[in-house]
T-cell receptor, first 111, second 114 residues
Framework: GNSVTQMEGPVTLSEEAFLTINCTYT??????LFWYVQYPGEGLQLLLK?????DKGSNKGFEATYRKETTSFHLEKGSVQVSDSAVYFCALRSGNTPLVFGKGTRLSVIA | DTGVSQDPRHKITKRGQNVTFRCDPI?????LYWYRQTLGQGPEFLTY????????KSRLLSDRFSAERPKGSFSTLEIQRTEQGDSAMYLC????????????FGPGTRLTVL
């Protein structure tokens, strides 16, 4: 079945540091890939997505590239801010199936 | 567009009681999903509707759980005879049925069973 594995947290970075959160997946067919973010006390928000191989999703300075050859969708940001502190979830969806999520990675950015 | 809303935001109940949660999707979305999220885990799929039809149910959805979407708009999720293991955040999401459309999530209902 479909599954997502993402790096365990928590991840603690200083402001302006480079961020990478690894995500790999197993799926049948050609899934769409997503990163969702959950800020403290808030619901899940879509951060970015990619629907086919080699697509790059980007939003708010975050980027992730759909790599079919390595079945990965790693999240990156060149310079994190305190306001980026949140839990980040990698997810996939094949066709009309429901989303399958990873366990989440908590990011804390300190000033 | 006011987004997906859920009510209540928090619910504390005693073991054995019944609880019901409501989800109002984005108005033009015809698909509605329920997920459950426990501490330190990602959301897990429970069930989903296209219009008023319940098209898929997860094995996580025991006989004590029932979901409805009677008019294809809002949905309710009922848990009967709650157990402590039901304590979790219950998330609702909606999407259109167009292609690979994105799911948009509500704020969730946090259930605590004492």
């Amino acid at each position: 079945g479909n599954s997502v594995t993402q790096m365990e947290g928590p991840v603690t970075l200083s402001e302006e540091a480079f961020l990478t959160i690894n995500c790999t997946y197993t799926a049948t067919g050609y899934p769409s890939l997503f990163w969702y973010v959950q800020y403290p006390g808030e619901g899940l928000q879509l951060l970015l997505k990619a629907t086919k191989a080699d697509d790059k999703g980007s939003n708010k300075g975050f980027e992730a590239t759909y790599r079919k050859e390595t079945t990965s969708f790693h999240l990156e940001k060149g310079s994190v801010q305190v306001s980026d502190s949140a839990v980040y979830f990698c997810a996939l969806r094949s066709g009309n199936t429901p989303l399958v999520f990873g366990k989440g990675t908590r990011l804390s950015v300190i000033a | 567009d006011t987004g997906v809303s859920q009510d209540p935001r928090h619910k504390i109940t005693k073991r054995g009681q019944n609880v019901t949660f409501r989800c109002d999707p984005i108005s033009e979305h015809n698909r509605l999903y329920w997920y459950r999220q426990t501490l330190g885990q990602g959301p897990e799929f429970l069930t989903y509707f296209q219009n008023e039809a319940q098209l898929e149910k997860s094995r996580l959805l025991s006989d004590r759980f029932s979901a409805e979407r009677p008019k294809g708009s809002f949905s309710t999720l009922e848990i009967q005879r709650t157990e402590q293991g039901d304590s979790a955040m219950y998330l609702c999401a909606s999407s259109s049925s167009a292609g690979k459309d994105t799911q948009y999530f509500g704020p969730g209902t946090r259930l605590t069973v004492l």
